[in-house]
């Protein structure tokens, strides 16, 4: 699980304080992927790094007590010099995987063809995109952390594909996503919260969640 504990966040704009999170207090249970609504601007990307630990609170305390992933698109660790397939075996050897397993399971889902064996730094953001996201569902965890939903490429192939994957694994796993799109949320969620002027509200339902996000919008 990841558990807030009066967590409070927030940055100096340069004219304002922006608030991300105030004395904020919520449970991501393993079995409830849970989906974020939160409006561009309001703080999407670090509360999603929060979770994964990549950001620390001003205030309170997070704990984590299961396999969290890095958020999809998290280049980190990724060098660009060498290529998906080097990238790949040594991610997997950082996260106790089999090296073999995780560059075959990239290589499939990925398809780029000669490019696998290229340096990263010579992908296109799409390219990009498709080997972070096949590297986040090539390895094991309790909780996958999305940011803004699906990789943007605009290969059909892949997204079915890659949906797919994260669906059925849905059967063992956790889903977190943040987005401003409801879209994304109504096949992988099975509860909603919107984060609102330094709150997350939780609902049971996204049809309910919705209602306050569109009303707030």
């Known amino acids: 699980m990841i558990e807030f504990r009066n967590v409070s966040k927030s940055f100096w704009t340069g004219k304002t304080r922006k ?8 449970t ?5 992927s849970m989906g974020i609504l939160a409006s561009n601007g309001t703080g999407k990307t670090t509360i999603i790094n929060m ?23 998290f280049m980190g660790g990724i060098q660009g010099k ?36 290229m340096p990263v730094a010579t992908y296109s953001s799409g390219m990009k995109a498709r080997f972070t996201f ?37 059967s063992r796993s956790t889903v977190v996503i943040v987005s401003h799109s409801a879209q994304i949320l109504e096949r992988y969620c099975t509860t909603a919260a919107v984060l609102r002027d330094g709150t997350l509200h939780k609902f049971n339902t996204l049809e309910e969640a919705k209602q306050l996000y569109h009303y707030d919008a």
Do not use: W
């Open 19 to 26: 608030v991300i999170l105030d004395r904020a207090d919520f």
């Open 28 to 32: 991501i249970n393993i079995g409830q």
């Open 134 to 170: 096949a590297l986040l569902l090539a390895l094991d965890f309790d909780i996958y952390l999305i940011d803004e939903g699906m990789p943007g490429t605009t290969d059909a192939e892949f997204n079915r594909k890659a949906g797919n994957i994260l669906h059925e694994r849905l």
């Open 82 to 117: 060498h290529s998906a397939a080097e990238n790949a075996r040594y991610i997997a050897r950082i996260y106790g995987m089999d090296p073999d397993y995780v560059e075959a399971f990239c290589r499939y889902l990925t398809d780029v063809k000669e490019y696998f064996e």
């Open 51 to 73: 979770m994964a630990g990549l950001e620390q609170p001003d205030e309170g305390e997070i704990r984590r007590t299961s396999r969290i992933s890095f958020p999809l698109g």
